[in-house]
């Protein structure tokens, strides 16, 4: 049973934008500290950005400044906007869901990055970007 459906992805150049959507139910939106992962070929999932409870953001490393994480309650909806896209941001992009017990006690900023700390999943939406 999917509970989260991203959208967005698809194929630009470098320095291009794309702007990614995960919708789910209010249940979860609502309530769960929310995140997107990616995944390139060969390579582990790496965390990108976070939003918990109170709205609070986090990014990896490689991605601040570029990419931006937000939420809208009314429509049930995540989004994370990419900028200035480069070729080493190429991957299957995952939205998720953290309703694990750190995103309600204040310790997700040293979780957000564990995708076993998440669940469900979503399917996925492909980046990819040209040079």
């Known amino acids: 049973q999917v509970q989260l459906m991203e959208s967005g992805g698809g194929s630009v150049q470098a320095g291009g934008s794309l702007t990614l959507s995960c919708v789910g139910p209010k249940n979860i939106i609502h309530d769960s500290c929310m995140s997107w992962f990616r995944q390139a070929p060969g390579k582990e999932r790496e965390g990108v950005a976070s939003i918990d409870i109170d709205g609070d953001r986090f990014y990896a490393d490689s991605v601040t400044g570029r990419f931006a994480i937000t939420k809208d309650l009314d429509t049930n909806t995540v989004y994370l906007q990419l900028t200035s896209l480069k070729t080493e941001d190429i991957g299957m992009y995952y939205c998720?869901?953290?309703?694990?017990?750190?995103?309600?006690?204040?310790?997700?900023?040293?979780?957000?990055?564990?995708?076993?700390?998440?669940?469900?999943w979503g399917q996925g939406t492909q980046v990819t970007v040209s040079s």
């Open positions: 998720a869901a953290g309703r694990d017990y750190s995103c309600y006690s204040g310790a997700w900023p040293d979780n957000w990055q564990r995708p076993a700390m998440h669940r469900p």
